[in-house]
């Protein structure tokens, strides 16, 4: 079970002088249950190519493998695909449309062919999820804040019960604690359900915190496609492609310049602070232990569920 | 897809034509119509087709690209072509099915008819096509200004018309990208009877106004924040002015117009029934 990339490659408005080669000779493979983060400076192609992933937008050229279908066959069943692939678009917010949030939430089950009730009930799994407060799931979903209508819209692909969740940039220009509020959700759901989470960003921290591998879009091409670790070792040509490496990488590298004798590759603030510790002569504070049993074990602030319903989405 | 709709668009290119002064085009484009019902000859209409063939080629836009401007108003020259054929009753019928019959006087009405309606609408698109919606603001207020007189407020007409235009890419933009956030929640624009689709539409055009509301709100608050206020004592940075080759081609442009409706109307060439 996996999504495969064949030498994909797009071009928009082709032979025309808006001609744009958005995505050149794309080779990928996302298998289940990974974490996976897609980063890229602005215009490297990244949301061109999630939008294949459900296949929004028909390759130019190449193959797209879902389960080891291929994807453009004819009678190929597409429906099936956005079902199982949800995708969540940057602002998603501005895709809102009906009198209050929970019937914009059941639009995506009600399109399932689903029943009322059942569209009902995964709504509030969804709501819950996403942890928008119950006195907000009558309003009208214009009434919102740009956090509460982000969180809103995401509920509604969620409510789909997707087995892959490709999410577009979800924190552009929300602020700090909205963005781990959401973030956290997303890493929990992983974590509970098994489910594939694909997460485009150009914030190096956040997709360094959750990723297991990083995918780096550079000018429609993959420049890296690795665990965080070894792509951050790269920080110079990532400078070099418009992004940067976690300051956490920036400070390691500095201290070991200096003659501290720390691990280079760390990736996280808990984990550097274990490995000065330990270049020091100190103890080892066990705060990478810790902040891993944190994350296994997190219920996040807003939408823990509980095991009942966590029992259904599995 | 929606994005394929280019009426009204600017097409970036080096060509003359896009050099021209925008009050040339305008011109042009206005004689260029209006000559196109000033005969009905076989004749006419070649020197006519010889003549855009001979713009489209100087104007660099790709055929292709203009062709597929055309497919929004298939439908419209469907039905023209269909009132036309059946409803003519004079002339020879040439073809009789039931009570419908198609007559020498329809058939070549119909045609003529659907011949105009594609030249009107590549012509207007090569204006269009080759003028950005700047040029073609400063073109229209420099050509209504006459108006300004009897207190037509002439820049605030243009400057709307050039607003809406620059809209029609974004919209377009929005459309695409709202209709696609919507298929991934398993919306079907496809399939179903007229009244399912309609309602389909729903998904779509909620978010579509109050997008364009939005957008049409922070362009006012922009334009307000930098002191827009109409047209009145306003300079230009770039004001229009007349150069060589405009004369040139309001030249040529009246010798068509001479040549086309003379041909049309005394050169005696017949095929078949046209
Ligand atoms: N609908 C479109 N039509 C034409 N070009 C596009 C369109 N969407 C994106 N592009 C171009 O394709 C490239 C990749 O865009 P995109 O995938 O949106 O990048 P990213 O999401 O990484 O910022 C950009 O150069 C962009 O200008
Ligand atoms: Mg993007």
Redesign the pocket.
Known sequence: MSIRLEHLNYI??PKTA?E?H??KDICLEIPDGEFVGII????????????HFNGLIKATDGKLFYNEENIYEPGYNMKNLRNEVGLVF?YPEHQLFEIDVMTDVCFGPKNQGLSTEECKERALIALELVGLKEKYYHSSPFELSGGQKRRAAIAGVLAMRPKVLVL??PTAGLDPKGRDDILDQVAYLHKQTGMTVIL?S?SMEDIARYADRIIV?NH?EVMYNDAPRAVFAHYRELEQAGLAAPQVTYIMHDLKERGLPVDISVTTVSEAADEIMKALGGKDLGNTAAENRALRNRTPEAGALSNKTLEKIR | MI?DITIGQYYPAKSVLHRLDPRVKLVSTLLYLVSLFLFRSIAGYLTATLFLIGIIRVSKVPVGYIVKGLKPVVMLLMITVVFNLFLKKEGEVLVQVWRLSVTTVGLRNAVYMAVRLIYLIIGSSLMTFTTTPNELTDGIEALLSPLNKIRVPVHEVAMMMSIALRFIPILL?ET?KIMKAQQARGADFESGNIMQRAKAMIPILVPLFVSAFRRANDLAMAMEARCYRGGEGRTKMKPLRYKGRDLTAYGIMSAYVIAVVAIGRYVPLKVWIF
């Open positions: 928009y408005s808006y744009k958005a995505l890229g400076h602005t215009g490297s192609g990244k949301s061109t190519l999630i939008q940057q577009d940039e485009v150009h879009m429609g | 994005r933009e695409d």
